[in-house]
């Protein structure tokens, strides 16, 4: 029984199933796996990344929990035509993800290169919520945290798993949404609280004083994006061993190494 998080997964499907594969994961022999947020954007398979962890959940759903990431939120956000769709499609991946979505269907051409219409993304829109049908109560449903207390059969210390951050000195009762999906500098650079906390979000390369391959860690608070999304690595990490797998994102045309810290 092994507990294992992963974050921002952008898609990243053949990463994923390399990762899970190498740790041999076995939900089925009580193995966890808590994944972060951002399963979709940016990355070409969004739709299989989407499917196989929705699928394991709720087949599994003691074994694989699921976070909502930020770029959950605004799939979800422009299946329910609200938010700032150009935003979204033009300078966050979601074109990768609808084009993921409707797989094999012509419309998906509209989605390659120039914003598309308002009447050409309702049309998407409806394929879409027809083709899934629970797609949009997965995405709502999803938590923006997890409170993960000691571990009784492993000894690890109490943890909260959150796909951005928090706010310092605030309570988590009293956490902005926002935040817990979007914050970067007020929570890396400044908490200090005596919970630990795991995120992802922010890419490790870019967080202060970061080398190596592995995750990033400052005190009690753990950053593990790889960077999948820019085409970096996918991080898994084992909980509480802190031992990690890197999968180069680059590699997988070509034969994949695999880094273990």
Do not use: C
């Not at 797989?103 to 219409?117: G, I, K, N, Y």
């Amino acid at each position: 029984m092994t507990m294992y998080f992963v974050s921002d997964i952008h898609g990243q499907y053949l990463a994923l199933q390399k990762a899970l594969r190498e740790v041999s994961f076995s939900p089925e022999s009580g193995d966890q796996l808590y994944v972060l947020g951002d399963l979709v954007d940016r990355g070409p398979h969004s739709r299989e990344v989407l499917l196989e962890l929705l699928g394991m959940q709720q087949s599994y759903p003691n074994q694989v929990i699921l976070l909502k990431g930020n770029h959950e939120q605004m799939l979800q956000d422009w299946l329910l035509r609200q938010g700032n769709p150009e935003m979204y499609l033009r300078f966050n991946g979601g074109d990768a993800t609808i084009r993921s979505l409707l797989h094999d269907h012509p419309l998906r051409r509209a989605f390659l290169s120039s914003m598309p219409s308002g009447e050409v993304q309702e049309e998407a829109r409806n394929l879409i919520l027809a083709r899934y049908p629970q797609l949009l109560s997965a995405l709502s449903s999803l938590p923006l945290y997890v409170d993960l207390p000691h571990g009784r059969s492993n000894g690890a210390p109490p943890v909260l798993l959150v796909h951005a951050g928090i706010r310092p000195g605030l309570p988590l009762n009293r956490q902005k949404p926002d935040d817990l999906l979007w914050i970067r500098e007020p929570f890396y650079n400044h908490y200090n609280g005596e919970l630990g906390v795991v995120f992802g979000h922010t890419p490790v390369n870019r967080l202060p004083g970061y080398t190596g391959n592995g995750p990033w860690q400052r005190n009690n608070i753990v950053g593990i994006d790889g960077g999948a999304a820019y085409h970096r690595l996918l991080l898994l990490l084992e909980w509480p061993t802190m031992r990690s797998l890197s999968i180069p994102i680059r590699d997988l045309g070509r034969s994949v190494s695999v880094r273990l810290s």
